[in-house]
């Protein structure tokens, strides 16, 4: 489905970064999606074989544990690229030019440096699982068949990273949009109207009957 809003792009070195990284935050959506695929198989195959050998998948719920990073951050930087998180536009959407992109660079900021402090929390928390010392280099693991745990803790801090690097390019586009005083800036999400979300949708399937025909 389409977006509910706008990336814009020209040939700037912004853009040029921007669209660099989305493509890495397009295969780490790609990731999480599969992880999602995978999960619903592999509760099919624990019920299906719970119900007629009495034999479930072994480690179904450490395998799911394993899986929840991939499902709950991967795709977060992706989103915030889209304007797709969870946000309160009562004040926002009132505003217009350099206050708008002012409130945006303020909100952008503060995010960016939470994201800074999720980034350290969640690498010290890898670095206590990790050993090179230990067996599978971890300390810890799974209870039931003994899965290590590094794993699902690294993809925190790389995911937050990816997030950081987004913010970061918010940041610098909101800032150029205040000194050039832009309508609409590059690299980050514009909102669309009524209208252009309908055209966007209407685009966005007039696509897929092409490709399917």
């Not at 780490?28 to 995978?38: E, K, M, P, Q, Y």
């Not at 719970?50 to 394993?66: A, S, T």
């Not at 003994?146 to 610098?172: D, M, T």
């Amino acid at each position: 489905m389409a977006g509910n809003a706008a990336v814009l792009e020209d040939g700037s070195t912004l853009s040029r970064l921007d669209r660099g990284l989305e493509k890495i935050e397009i295969r780490l959506a790609l990731v999480s999606g599969l992880a999602v695929f995978g999960l619903m198989l592999l509760a099919v195959l624990s019920v299906g074989g719970r119900n007629l050998i009495n034999k479930p998948v072994p480690g179904y719920v450490d395998w799911i544990e394993l899986a929840m990073p991939l499902i709950a951050f991967m795709g977060v930087s992706y989103t915030q690229r889209l304007g797709g998180h969870i946000r309160m536009d009562i004040l926002i959407g009132k505003l217009k030019g350099r206050l708008l992109w002012t409130a945006e660079l303020i909100s952008v900021l503060v995010m960016l440096i939470l994201v800074f402090f999720l980034i350290w929390g969640s690498w010290a928390h890898f670095a206590r699982s990790f050993d090179w010392a230990a067996p599978l280099w971890s300390r810890d693991s799974t209870i039931d068949i003994r899965l290590p745990l590094w794993p699902a803790k690294l993809l925190a801090p790389i995911a937050f990273g990816v997030l950081a690097c987004r913010l970061a390019l918010q940041v610098w586009a909101y800032s150029r949009a205040i000194v050039t005083g832009a309508q609409n800036p590059i690299a980050v999400p514009l909102p669309l109207s009524a209208a252009e979300l309908a055209a966007e949708e209407a685009r966005h399937v007039s696509a897929l009957d092409e490709e399917t025909r």
